[in-house]
């Protein structure tokens, strides 16, 4: 129905015959029908946007059932799905959000805004800058096109042509010294963004990092901050939720069939999934036997699938073929000089 309505609103005339007026119609009362019925906020949030595009005599009900599940924390408004009593944890220092989550909230933004209501919308957008990863991008791509599109629209309602330049100063003390930087946002650099890099000494990680904003005149708008801290990790723990097994089928010395089975096994209804096959890669090594000239060592290769909604979701294997995890350059490489006295491999099944 969003599309739809979307598609109406093309300069394009894409309803000549008037079809999609027609299923607009349909699709707005069947949700007007079902909307005392939904009890997901992820369903509702989507919901109630739609009848907002619509102006369905039902905006202001779905609205009030929308903010019924709102969660409310200082100065920030989101909403989210339930959690499980036992969640796994893959890392220790793991978002406490999902995807849906980022996109219902989005979708919520987008309704706020179409009714013009900048004071709910802003505790919105509080939370969602602080779910934005350090490239400006979300969790999965969906909930990220969304919440794109709603802070988009927010920044085109609180644009002013002219405001008065903010000094954002940075501090933090490391090696036993005291660091301060500073960065400006005026009209030439509001949509620049400035990045600000904190040396670590040693082992000397900075327990704090102070930011201060400062004005001399009046400034409309808002200017978002946010402190990324990036370092290494061990192996994730896999998804106990999915279930990934592959065969590898030799045909020859240069070519094989892998196939790839998956299922959710935690009695979940499963969505859209992502199935990641990495490249074969070789790495040439020096020559060890003479006769066989050089040889090649196959790395393995990995097979991930990973919940395309909440993608911290996923599990990974990696396969390679028994056969070919030493072998030489000559079943790679067509009349090496050294290669006449080897014989062609039989076909083998191998499962993982």
Known sequence: MITLLEALQSPLNL?????????????????????????????LAIVTYALHLANSP?????????????????????W??????????????????DAVNVEMTSYALLTYQLRNDISKSLPIVRWLTSQRGSQGGFISTQDTVIALQALSNMAAVLYSPTSAPV????????????????????????????????PITGNDIPSSVEILARTNGNFSGIAVAAVNLNYNVG?????????????????????????????????????MTLVSLGPETRTLVLPMIETNGITVKIKEIPITIADYYNPDNQKTVYYV???????????????YQNCSFLKKKPKKIEKG
């Not at 008037?18 to 906020?41: C, F, H, R, W």
């Not at 989210?80 to 959000?97: F, G, I, L, M, N």
């Not at 100063?169 to 509001?190: E, F, L, Y």
């Open 15 to 43: 309803d000549t015959d008037g079809m999609v007026s027609s299923s607009i119609s349909k699709a707005q009362l069947y949700l007007e029908n079902e909307l005392n019925q939904l009890t997901d906020p992820y369903e």
């Open 58 to 78: 039902q905006k202001d009900n779905a609205l009030r059932l929308l903010e019924q599940r709102a969660i409310t924390e200082s100065l920030t408004t989101h």
């Open 80 to 97: 989210e799905r339930p959690k499980p009593a036992v969640q796994q944890t893959y890392y220790s220092w793991q978002r406490d959000t």
């Open 167 to 198: 000094t954002v100063t940075v501090g933090w003390t490391s090696g036993g010294r005291r660091h301060r930087a500073n960065v400006t946002i005026d009209d030439s650099t509001r949509i620049l963004l400035q990045q600000i890099e904190i």
């Open 235 to 271: 192996n994730r723990i896999d998804s106990d939720k999915l279930s990934l097994n592959y065969r590898v089928e030799l045909i020859d010395d240069k070519s094989f069939i892998l196939t790839v089975e998956f299922s959710r096994i935690d009695g979940q209804v499963g969505g």
């Open 321 to 335: 073929p028994k056969d070919t995890q030493t072998t030489s350059v000559c079943d790679r490489v067509e009349n």
